[in-house]
Nanobody, 116 residues
Framework: QLEDSGGGLVQAGASLRLSCAAS????????IGWFRQAPGKEREFVGF????????NFADSVKDRFTISRDNAKHTVDLQMNSLKPEDTAAYFC???????????WGQGTQVTVSS
């Protein structure tokens, strides 16, 4: 249902753009969240964009560095990550929840590695 992409290996200070693509025709009714999980740690919230794209929310650790945008016509949500830090290293997952039915899905994850 969801496909994450865009991860890679970058140096500290660089930028990456992750993309979450969905095949659902009802994509426009999904709120999308990004989560990450570093080795040996629990999965944590990164950012969120509502289904109407009116509201976004970010974890304090990434606020002012990461942004989220969505293109309902293309069924994609992008996570723009700037000024990356080594502590941003993790597998990143997108999560979609239908605002009306509650159906939810996870992407398979994409690895982001930031070297110092």
């Amino acid at each position: 249902q969801l496909e994450d992409s865009g991860g890679g290996l970058v140096q500290a200070g660089a930028s990456l753009r992750l993309s979450c693509a969905a095949s659902e025709r009802t994509f426009s009714s999904y709120s999308i969240g990004w989560f990450r999980q570093a080795p040996g740690k629990e999965r944590e919230f990164v950012g969120f964009i509502g289904w109407r794209a009116i509201n976004t929310n970010f974890a304090d650790s990434v606020k002012d560095r990461f942004t989220i945008s969505r293109d309902n016509a293309k069924h994609t949500v992008d996570l723009q990550m700037n000024s990356l830090k080594p502590e941003d290293t993790a597998a990143y997952f997108c999560y979609a929840e239908d605002a009306f039915t509650g159906s939810d899905y996870w992407g398979q994850g994409t690895q982001v590695t930031v070297s110092s």
